[in-house]
Every structure is written in C-alpha cells, then in structure tokens.
C-alpha cells in the first residue's frame, strides 16, 4: 500500500488507533453483527468489494472520479452520501413539508429545484472522522446533522495530482467526484446563477441552506463575528459559525487562492447569515462540504425534429460538402461571427454539425495547409486545448463543443458508418463506410505536441489519411482536455484519450 508523504504518518497513526479499537472490541461484535473491520469498509461498485480505507486508494469510499464514465448509482455505496447499504433511505418528509412540490426523489436521493437547478436536499455525508474526513468540531454525531467535511483533493479522488509521483488523474468537467451519478459538483457558472436567482428570490433561501454546518480556519467575510478576546490575544476558533454559515465546494479550479499558496483554489460557495452568499476562491487543501447539483440538460436535450436552411446557403459551397452522402437531410446554419456556413444533420436526436468548425478564435488555432483566406478546407480547423477550453465561445450561438459521452454514444453499433466513404486509407484490417449517416468524418489526424516519447512532434500533422481525432469539452484538470479518435478498422469505435493543451484538434458541436 502506497502512502503519499503528507498523510503517512497521520493514515499509520489512525489505521494503528483503529486496530486497537478494534481488538478491545472483539467481544461485542459478535452480539452486534459487526466487527471493528466492517467500519472501515465500503461497497464497491464492482461487486461490494470490502477495502480498508486510507488516504492513497481514496476509491474505497468515494467514486473514483478518474473516469469520465458514471458508475451504476444503484450498486453504488454514495446515498446522500456513504451508507453500508445500496438501499433507498427513507423519504425527508420535514424537506418534503418545507419545500412542497419543489422537493423530488431520484434514484434514493433527495433534491429541491433553485429556479432551473436541482441540488440535493443535504450536504454529502460520508461517514465519520477518519483520516480525510471531518465532522464538525470533531464530534461524529455532526456528521449526521451537518454532513461531512473534507478536501476537495480527497472529495475528486485527485490526491496524486497535487502531492504524489504519478502526476495528474483524469478529471471530466463538469467535476463529479464523490457526487451520486447523475450529479456533480458545481462549476463557477453554475455557482454564479444559483447566487443571482437567489438575490432575486430571498424566500428560496432556505432550500440551499437548510443545512449549514458552519466553517473550518479563517478567511471568510463573517469571520470577525467569531474572534475571542483572551487576556488581549485575538484567537479565531477552528471551528465556527455552525448555525449560521457554511463553505460549500465547487467543481472548477481557478488560480491560486492567494500568493502564497502552493496548490490550486477551487471556486467555492460560502453562506454566512450576516453576509448572505459569496462566490470564493478557496484552497483545495480547505475542509469544505459538498452538495452536488443534478447535472443539467444538455446531454439530454430535445431537439426539433427539423432542419433549417439559412438563407444564402444555397450559394455557398464548401469543398468538404462533396463527401457529404446526397441521400441524407441536411440543414445549413450561418455563424454570424464570420458569415460561414455549416451543414448540419439530426442524428439519434440532435441537431449537429456535418462538418468541423472552421471559426478563428482568439487562442491557437491552425489550417493542415495554410492557405491565404484560412478556410481550412477539408478537415476544418485545429484549434489548441487552450481555445476549446473557452466553452461558451468557439461554437456558434445556442451549440457547444460536443462532450466525451456526446460524441461515444453515436450510432455505436456501428460507428465504422459516421465515416466519410471516401478519402480513407486503406489496407489490412481496414473497412469501408458507406456514410449512411451523414456524419462525414474525414480522417484529419492531428497536429502534434510536445510529446517526442510517444512519438508526437510539436507542431508536425500526424495520422492524416487514417485516424480522426477530436477534442471533447471535456477537460482534464488545467493543462489538458480528453479527446476521442476512430480509425477505419474493421469494427472500430471511439477511443478516449487525454492531450496536453499544445495539440491541436478539430471539434465537432451539438445543439444546446
């Protein structure tokens, strides 16, 4: 077992303490049913694996949030938190009385719908102190009326990626760590909203702080409410503020919390009730709780079931539209940014783009061959990690960057048919398309970065001809963001992958 240098001492110490606990109460646990080992473990989602819980296999008791895939939420042990059953608990009926029809159950879980956001009813509990998490003043039953409290680090699994040898885990946005499936953990933007509907609406107030909990160190607005003047030395309590504030952690990074930090902050949420709500910038090394917000509608969105053509597309002409199928519905869209147009088609109920974007934005982006006017005809633009990561900006108004899971789910049964049928090497293992879908993906490779051990060079176009690669909107951590590829092997499907900000890839983008 592997202990990263920060927390050994202090993971030997609790395991040792736990041990002998539990060898003094042997005698119990047979009239109890439990032993002292069962405390220290959790089901797993692979079949309810008991693992002794320590600060480096934090997937023993969260999620492993590592990959961009959600786990079965039903054999999972997360359920308003972690219990040692995968079973529903019982309805709130209080938070039912309290919120009336805003107040709804999914999957075990409770939520209440904030204007177009559902958050769960209660911060996440995941048990009592031990190790990486905290109960209020060090009193378990705080857990039970508050939730727990924990680091963002040990809440997203990403231990390694601050203090360990291996470098960065993989990281989805938006962050679902810990979160039950089907939710996550809010992202600046997302914080932003709940904070403005709020200020509209101060009689939603409670459905968000129903449960405080208080705060851990200082640094918060109200913190001066809580200072005691002994013998003329200002001392601020470690824990404080129970019943009238609370620091709720976000999902996204932001730059350090202050200068003197040596890890990155998060955009968090504090309440105080003589300061109201606060979007802040808290060290990822802070005990926070954690209240997940069900994730939204855009990988789930109903579409029109009809295409439009925007006028002066019909003039137009693009040198990639001649490997479009003829036999397929297209629609045509105009960025007004830059007056090109996109074919576009619905495809397993979306409306997406055809083609790849071709827009300029303000981070590098680059053509296969540079030509005068930048059209890069055929395979559309490269654009690095750092522009896809502008998600509100490179697509055209009301489309984004199609996520990871966007991209996986087309037509996976055979996903050889959302190639282009021409322009494709062939050879040994390879198959043909006959583009029924229409979704024309021509084998535009990628241009390189600054990888020379896995045979990358910065800035060298590399698999034109046979793979086609993707960014996704999904990002991994601050330096790089997941991406997909297809070949046209016979049977071949997406693959995901992770790059570093200096490549540069096409994108593909979906109807909001």
């Known amino acids: 077992m592997q202990f990263y240098d920060k927390y050994s001492f202090r993971t030997f110490l609790g395991l040792l303490i736990v041990f002998c606990w539990g060898l003094s109460s042997c005698g119990d646990s047979e009239s109890t049913g439990a032993s002292a080992d069962d405390e220290l473990v959790s089901s797993s989602s692979e079949g309810g694996t008991g693992k002794i819980i320590s600060s480096s296999s934090l997937g023993d008791l969260f999620q492993n949030s590592s990959s961009s895939e959600d786990v079965d939420f039903s054999s999972s042990s997360l359920e308003n938190g972690v219990s040692s059953s995968s079973e529903s608990a019982p309805a709130s009926s209080d938070n039912r009385d309290l919120f009336g029809d805003d107040y709804f159950r999914k999957d075990g879980v409770g939520f209440v719908k904030i204007g177009n956001q559902s958050w769960m009813e209660k911060n996440v509990n995941a048990g009592i102190d031990r190790g990486f998490l905290w109960c209020y003043d060090n009193s378990d039953e705080m857990c039970d009326k508050y939730g727990t409290l924990t680091y963002w680090s040990a809440f997203t699994g990403t231990w390694s990626w601050f203090n360990g040898p291996d470098g960065p885990l993989l990281l989805s946005n938006p962050v679902k760590g810990a979160c039950p499936n089907g939710t996550h953990l809010p992202t600046k933007a997302e914080l932003e909203e709940l904070i403005a509907y709020l200020d509209e609406h101060p009689d939603e107030m409670v459905k968000i702080t129903n449960q405080l909990g208080g705060v851990n160190g200082e640094g918060f607005p109200d913190d001066e409410k809580y200072y005691e003047n002994d013998d003329d030395y200002l001392a601020l309590m470690s824990y404080h503020g129970a019943e009238d504030s609370f620091l709720l952690m976000g ?246 992958l992770h790059k570093y900000n200096d490549f540069g890839m096409p994108v593909r983008c979906v109807k909001n």
């Open 251 to 496: 999902g996204e990074l932001s730059e350090k919390a202050d200068p003197n930090s040596k890890t990155l902050g998060v955009w968090s949420l504090h309440y105080g009730k003589s300061t109201g709500l606060t979007l802040m910038k808290r060290d990822v090394g802070r005990l926070a709780y954690a209240r997940c917000l069900m994730n939204d509608s855009t990988e789930n969105v109903v579409v029109p079931d009809t295409l439009t053509i925007a006028p002066g597309c019909d003039e137009a002409h693009r040198e990639n539209w001649d490997y479009l199928n003829p036999d397929v519905e297209y629609g045509c869209i105009k960025d007004d940014r830059d007056g090109r147009f996109y074919k576009t088609l619905l495809i397993e109920g979306k409306i997406w783009f055809a083609e790849n974007l071709r827009f300029v934005p303000k981070e590098s982006s680059w053509c296969y061959t540079e030509e005068a006017d930048g059209e890069c005809d055929i395979y559309g633009r490269y654009y690095s990690g750092a522009a896809v990561r502008n998600l509100s900006g490179i697509c055209p108004e009301d489309f984004h960057v199609a996520s990871e899971s966007e991209i996986s789910r087309l037509s996976v049964d055979n996903q050889l048919e959302l190639l282009s049928a021409d322009g494709w090497s062939q050879g040994n293992y390879t198959a043909l398309s006959s583009n029924s879908t229409g979704f024309t993906i021509l084998p535009g490779g990628c241009r390189g970065g600054n990888e020379p051990d896995f045979g990358w060079t910065l800035g060298e176009f590399a698999g034109i001809g046979s793979f086609a690669y993707f960014w996704t909107r999904n990002q991994n951590g601050i330096s790089e963001h997941y991406a997909v590829a297809i070949s046209n092997r016979e049977s071949d499907k997406f693959s995901s």
